[in-house]
T-cell receptor, first 112, second 115 residues
Framework: QKEVEQDPGPLSVPEGAIVSLNCTYS??????FMWYRQYSRKGPELLMY????GNKEDGRFTAQVDKSSKYISLFIRDSQPSDSATYLC????????????FGQGTELSVKP | DGGITQSPKYLFRKEGQNVTLSCEQN?????MYWYRQDPGQGLRLIYY???????QKGDIAEGYSVSREKKESFPLTVTSAQKNPTAFYLC??????????????FGPGTRLTVL
């Protein structure tokens, strides 16, 4: 079993839809959680960063962490064609030496 | 502007050749990382360095080598021993330290193709 599991998709939604992207993990020591967005043939860019449990909102994006269920989510409201990309979750623990463990990424397509 | 640069953007290699991928950062970050990305497999860690003159193997280090002689630079050599080197290579950096925030910032990547 992988430490971090992410549905690879692809996920296709109409413009304006609410998108939910999810990751599950097995290591209860994880406490730093990130979401990256990667456009085709580009490097990933950090989208959201959350420490421990709770919600964080930034514009149309909301990140949720549920440590009791070992489950994290990224919600995109009013999705736009420009949101079409691969979304990667990543996480780490305090004593991991700075290493991140990545999910395999979910490919999202937002159709106009 | 602060950031991470990788060169070249595209690289073609003949079988049996070693090639070196460049990664430079001006973010004053202590830690640097090399990942390999294949379709449908996410990012796999090749090597990482938490401080100058020190580096550790990641999950798939075989067939690769690195050096960290300067804080700003972390070149990756793909040797002829790497059996399947065609992939997208990504360099990243973070503030560093054994604890605390581990946000990593990525360069634009190098696409390596073996002919």
């Amino acid at each position: 079993q992988k430490e971090v599991e992410q549905d690879p998709g692809p996920l296709s939604v109409p413009e304006g839809a609410i998108v939910s992207l999810n990751c599950t993990y097995s290591n209860s020591a994880f406490q730093y959680f990130m979401w990256y967005r990667q456009y085709s043939r580009k490097g990933p860019e950090l989208l959201m960063y959350t420490y421990s449990s709770g919600n964080k909102e930034d514009g149309r994006f909301t990140a949720q962490v549920d440590k009791s269920s070992k489950y994290i989510s990224l919600f995109i409201r009013d999705s736009q064609p420009s949101d079409s990309a691969t979304y990667l979750c990543a996480m780490s623990s305090y004593n991991q030496g700075g290493k991140l463990i990545f999910g395999q990424g979910t490919e999202l397509s937002v159709k106009p | 502007d602060g950031g991470i640069t990788q060169s070249p953007k595209y690289l073609f290699r003949k079988e049996g050749q070693n090639v070196t991928l460049s990664c430079e950062q001006n973010l004053n970050h202590d830690a640097m990382y090399w990942y390999r990305q294949d379709p449908g497999q996410g990012l796999r860690l090749i090597y990482y360095s938490q401080i100058v003159n020190d580096f550790q193997k990641g999950d798939i280090a075989e067939g690769y080598s690195v050096s960290r002689e300067k804080k700003e630079s972390f070149p990756l050599t793909v040797t002829s021993a790497q059996k399947n080197p065609t992939a997208f290579y990504l360099c990243a950096s973070s503030i560093g330290g054994r604890g605390g925030s581990n946000e990593q910032f990525f360069g634009p990547g190098t696409r390596l193709t073996v002919l």
